[in-house]
């Protein structure tokens, strides 16, 4: 049974930071490029970021760009986000997920690319 279960959410003002973790169980971690997606009220979920398997390569909306980094640790089977320069805009629930897809040297942006998601961690921005 795979399970991805995050961290790290909460509140936080304005040009703070967070960083979030996703722990991955019940599967080979370092087969599956990883995706970090989030869902603001009323909203669809979005794209946020994106790594390959071994970590080579990484994509990000260009909403985030420069402010936000995605990582893997493969030893600890781990995924992160950290999250910089924090804008109300940035308020929404954060989901990893884990890409249904063996490829190496690939990433994945879109959410019917991913077959995995944890619950879901709550970040708040406050102005």
């Known amino acids: 049974q795979v399970q991805l279960i995050e961290s790290g959410g909460g509140l936080v003002q304005a040009g703070g930071s967070l960083r979030l973790s996703c722990v991955v169980s019940g599967q080979t971690f370092n087969n599956h490029a990883m995706g970090w997606f989030r869902q603001a009220p009323g909203k669809e979920r979005e794209f946020v970021a994106a790594?390959?398997?071994?970590?080579?390569?990484?994509m990000y909306v260009d909403s985030v760009k420069g402010r936000f980094t995605i990582s893997r640790d493969n030893a600890k089977n781990t995924v992160y986000l950290q999250m910089n320069s924090l804008k109300p805009e940035d308020t929404a629930v954060y989901y990893c997920?884990?890409?249904?897809?063996?490829?190496?040297?690939?990433?994945?942006?879109?959410?019917?690319?991913?077959?995995?998601w944890g619950q879901g961690t709550q970040v708040t921005v406050s102005s």
């Open positions: 997920a884990s890409a249904r897809y063996y490829t190496s040297h690939a990433y994945y942006t879109e959410i019917a690319d991913y077959n995995y």
């Open positions: 790594m390959s398997q071994s970590g080579d390569l990484t």
